[in-house]
C-alpha cells in the first residue's frame, strides 16, 4: 500500500524510538514499511548530513538550506519515490516541515523562498500523514544529551543552539499543524514513550483502513 508519512518534532522528541515501534508494529501486521530519514537517507545524503553536522565554520544559512534540498531531492529520487511505486508504505524520520520549521522559523528564511524552493525540490511530493511529537524544549534536549552520553556520534550542531532557537522551531511545528490539520496529527510527546508509541500507532493504523478501504 502506497502511503507516506512523516515524523517531525524537536531533538529528542522521541522520532526515531517511535518510528521503529511503528515499524515494527506494521511489519506484524504483514504491511512491511520502508525506514527512511532526513539528512542522511542515501548515501550522498550520508555525505552531505556530515557536512551538514561537522563543517567548521558552520555554512551559511543559504548553503545549509540548499544542502537539504540536495539530500531531499535525492532521498525522493532514489528511496522515497521508488518504494511508494511499488506500494510500499514509506516511514520517514524528518521531511519538509523539518526545512520549515528550523530553517523558517527558526533561523527566519522567508517561508515564501522555503516554498519555492520545496516545489523544486519535491516537486511538491507532500506526505500522506505528519505525526508531530511535541513537547517542551528543554525536555527534549535533556533526553537528546542523555542519548548523547551513550552515543557521542549522534551530536549535532542544532543541539548547540540557543534555547529561544530552539523554541522558535517548536512553535513553528505547531503552527505548521495549525495550517495543516488534515495532514498532520499533534502528539504531547512529554507522556511516557509507550503512551506515545501506542498513540502514534492508532493514527498509522487509522490511515491504513482509509486507505486499504478507499481503493
Ligand atoms: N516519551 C519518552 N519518555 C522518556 N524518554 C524518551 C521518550 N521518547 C524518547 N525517549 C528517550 O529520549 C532519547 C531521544 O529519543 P529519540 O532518539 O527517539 O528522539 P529523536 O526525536 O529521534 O531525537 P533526534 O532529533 O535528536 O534524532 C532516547 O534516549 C529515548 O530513549
Ligand atoms: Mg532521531
Redesign the pocket.
Known amino acids: 500500500m502506497s502511503v507516506f508519512i512523516t515524523f517531525e518534532?524537536i531533538?529528542?522528541?522521541?522520532?526515531?524510538?517511535?518510528i521503529a515501534a511503528i515499524g515494527k508494529f506494521l511489519s506484524e501486521q504483514n504491511c512491511p514499511a520502508l525506514q527512511t530519514r532526513e539528512p542522511g537517507g542515501t548515501e550522498l545524503g550520508q555525505e552531505i548530513r556530515r557536512i551538514l553536522l561537522q563543517t567548521t565554520p558552520a555554512p551559511c544559512h543559504l548553503a545549509e538550506l540548499l544542502l537539504f534540498a540536495a539530500d531531499r531531492a535525492q532521498h525522493i529520487a532514489q528511496v522515497i519515490r521508488p518504494a511508494l511505486d511499488s506500494g510500499t508504505v514509506v516511514l520517514s524520520?524528518r521531511y519538509a516541515d523539518s526545512t520549515l520549521a528550523y530553517q523558517g522559523y527558526g533561523r527566519g528564511v522567508s517561508l515564501e523562498l522555503l516554498s519555492r524552493l520545496h516545489t523544486i525540490a519535491t516537486a511538491d511530493l507532500a506526505p500522506d500523514m505528519t505525526l508531530l511529537?511535541d513537547l517542551p524544549v528543554q525536555t527534549g534536549l535533556e533526553?537528546?544529551a542523555?542519548?548523547r552520553g551513550e552515543d557521542q556520534a549522534?551530536w549535532?550542531r542544532f543541539e548547540a543552539e540557543t534555547l529561544e532557537f530552539h523554541e522558535a522551531v517548536r512553535n513553528g511545528f505547531l503552527v505548521l499543524a495549525q495550517k495543516n490539520p488534515q495532514r498532520f496529527r499533534v502528539i504531547n510527546?512529554?507522556?511516557?514513550?509507550t503512551d506515545?508509541i501506542n498513540e502514534a500507532t492508532s493514527h498509522v493504523e487509522a490511515l491504513i483502513k482509509l486507505t486499504a478501504n478507499s481503493r
Do not use: N, W
Open positions: 518534532g531533538e529528542g522528541s522521541g522520532k526515531s524510538s517511535v524520520d511529537l533526553r537528546a542523555l542519548r549522534s549535532t510527546a512529554s507522556q511516557p514513550l506515545v
